[in-house]
């Protein structure tokens, strides 16, 4: 029988207790729909005690909408998305980017998950050639799809090249929580994105503990004009929207953000620690978020899926993804390093 958690996708996780009592508690009696209603109010205060007063929250019901939705806010036809090769926009989004925006998605080069300046200045070309499409936006995962982080100085510049250019900055932030926790402890949400000069952000929510919701956050105002009607019509509008608000509601009160990915962090260093106890496991990216990368003998890759779950990031180099979430606790962790540890060892050398 397989284990009741596996080490696959913090999108496995269950919902926090404390968000399903939330849900449980708005469960009662008749509320004005789309939005109208005081628990909405609510939520988007605690964004705007986060990120500042002025900021513009919308709600949708995932993170490939966030983005999508982000985006097109941001650009024409014509634009082009500048971001990672592996980016989940462009690898594991169907195309929706392009579809929905009608732009080009640009992927560049960046072996650790993270864009530089110089790696952007090399796509930033052809302005003002109608025969070419205009760079517009740049896009960047925190934390990356490959579990580093971005590094306050490096978002800095990369905002600073953009709007030196009359470009936006993008932030995928399905695990901007994660992120934020990985660095000093006072750092804030707002600290991460806004201050640095982040222009959108898809700020993610289920993958730290909550049933379904995104929010995409404008810290320039002015660019959320239209955007009511961009969510509509990209069929985000949800009708019962207490059950989305309450939740982000829950996320942003008494930093349970940060308690849950603290914790799934803390959870993948002691991943990283007990596997590297374990000869022919290689860590191949820096562990700073709540995902481990390692490199295992390819045939023992289907003999430990057998009884745990997750994903194959490389084919070619038999290199895994393990994540870890809110709920993961240190025996889901040592049960599997002691099982990973155990297929090893019966394999034949």
């Known amino acids: 029988m397989k284990p009741s958690r596996s080490f696959a996708s913090d999108n496995n996780a269950a919902v926090h ?54 985006l097109q806010a941001l650009t024409r036809p014509f634009h082009a998305v500048l ?66 982080v971005y590094k306050p100085g490096e978002v800095e510049a990369l905002a600073r090249f953009a709007h030196d250019r009359n470009m936006f900055l993008h932030v995928d932030g399905a695990r901007i929580a994660n992120a934020v926790a990985a660095q000093r402890p006072s750092f804030s949400l ?17 993958k730290n503990g909550l049933m379904g919701v995104e929010a995409v956050v404008f810290f320039r105002p002015e660019l959320a004009e239209d955007f009511l009607f961009v969510r509509k019509q990209g069929m985000q509008l949800a009708s019962k929207m207490r059950y989305l608000s309450v939740q982000m509601e829950t996320l942003l009160t008494g930093d349970l953000w ?25 860590i191949v990216y820096p562990v700073e978020a709540n995902g481990v990368f390692a ?7 289907k003999k430990i ?16 993804r393990w994540m870890c979430s809110f709920d993961t606790t240190e025996a889901d962790v040592r049960k599997f390093t002691e099982f990973v540890a155990a297929v090893l060892r019966n394999l034949p050398n």
């Open 17 to 70: 207790p404390e968000v399903l009592e939330a849900i449980r508690r708005v469960n009662e009696g008749h509320v004005v729909g789309y939005g109208d209603d005081p628990h909405t109010e609510s939520a988007v205060g605690r964004f705007r005690e986060q990120f500042g007063a002025d900021v513009e929250v919308f709600f949708v019901f995932n993170g490939t909408a966030a983005n999508v939705l982000s």
């Open 83 to 148: 971001c990672p090769e592996l980016s989940h926009i462009y690898t594991d989004e169907c195309g929706a980017p392009e579809k929905f925006t009608g732009c080009k998605l640009v992927p560049l080069a960046a072996p650790d998950g993270k864009l530089t300046v110089d790696t952007v200045a090399h796509a930033y070309h052809g302005i003002g050639d109608q025969h070419h499409v205009q760079p517009r936006v740049i896009s960047i995962t925190q934390a990356t799809e490959m579990g580093t």
């Open 190 to 206: 707002r600290q991460a994105t806004r201050d640095l000069g982040v222009d959108v952000l898809s700020f993610g929510g289920t």
């Open 258 to 282: 940060r308690r849950n990915a603290e914790h799934a962090n803390r959870m993948a260093r002691l991943l990283e620690q007990e596997m590297k106890k374990i000869p022919r496991v290689k």
């Open 295 to 301: 490199q295992i003998p390819r045939e023992a890759i």
């Open 305 to 320: 899926q057998e009884r745990y779950f997750f994903y194959v990031w490389s084919e070619e180099e038999s290199v895994v």
